[in-house]
């Protein structure tokens, strides 16, 4: 628990004076926590630091965590790559999902919202990386992919998502998340009102904020080394 909360603070200041060095206010950049592969007890000791908002990559995961915390309240958000068949959980049980990327997933989620009879906030995940093993769509389907949206009313969406290059060089880097901001720009003249960029992670978050990051996923750097996870 003194843990969590020391590294909370900790990763709060070093948000905070990216915000500064990039000259953008604090406030406009909010911290996801990535409680993947992490027990259902961190996520209750991160609750009593007044988080409520958790990244998870696999609906499994939400599935036993939401399970265990019941009566607790909680804002599940999926960041991990969905499969259409876990759209039946997503719809019960998350709060959000940012990795939205295809069309027949966007489909089963309807479906499934329609039945439940929820909206689902949404960030639509744009591929900017060059690693094949990256998900998103592509970005040049970005138009035409959230005009198809237009169709789904239980699907809210609110802004983008990416992942970044894994690499050293930090230019390469910071390109992913300068590529995303401008096509969340060009499809804001297009229309589409997209104000949230989910982007940049415990190694590359200062790049990402530097490009117009409103939200960053933070895990490592606030539950610890996932070497050591509880069970």
């Known amino acids: 628990m003194s843990d969590i909360a020391a590294n909370w603070a900790a990763v709060r200041q070093r948000v905070d004076?990216?915000?500064?060095?990039?000259?953008?206010?604090?406030?406009?950049?909010?911290?996801?926590?990535?409680?993947?592969?992490?027990?259902?007890?961190?996520?209750?000791a991160a609750l009593a630091l007044g988080l409520h908002?958790?990244?998870?990559?696999?609906?499994?995961?939400?599935?036993?965590?939401?399970?265990a915390l019941a009566g607790e309240t909680i804002d599940w958000v999926v960041i991990g790559h969905l499969q259409t068949n876990k759209a039946k959980?997503?719809?019960?049980?998350?709060?959000?999902?940012?990795?939205?990327?295809?069309m027949e997933l966007a489909e089963a989620l309807q479906r499934r919202l329609e039945v439940e009879n929820r909206r689902l906030d949404i960030l639509v995940q744009v591929k900017t990386a060059r690693e094949e093993t990256k998900q998103g769509l592509p970005a040049e389907e970005l138009p035409d992919f959230l005009q198809r949206l237009r169709a789904f009313p239980h699907?809210?969406?609110q802004g983008l998502m990416t992942l970044a290059t894994l690499s050293e060089d930090a230019s390469e880097v910071r390109a992913c998340f300068r590529q995303l901001r401008e096509w969340r720009d060009r499809c804001a003249a297009e229309g589409y009102e997209l104000p949230r960029l989910s982007m940049g992670m415990s190694g590359d978050f200062p790049l990402a904020i530097a490009e117009g990051a409103t939200?960053?996923?933070?895990?490592?750097?606030?539950?610890?080394?996932?070497?050591?996870?509880?069970?």
């Open 17 to 44: 004076a990216a915000c500064r060095d990039a000259g953008r206010d604090p406030a406009e950049v909010s911290v996801l926590p990535v409680s993947k592969t992490f027990g259902a007890d961190v996520v209750k």
């Open 53 to 67: 908002r958790f990244g998870e990559n696999k609906v499994q995961e939400i599935r036993e965590k939401a399970a």
């Open 89 to 102: 959980d997503v719809a019960r049980l998350a709060s959000e999902v940012q990795s939205l990327d295809r």
């Open 155 to 157: 699907l809210r969406v």
């Open 215 to 231: 939200e960053v996923r933070i895990g490592t750097a606030i539950f610890g080394s996932r070497s050591y996870v509880s069970k």
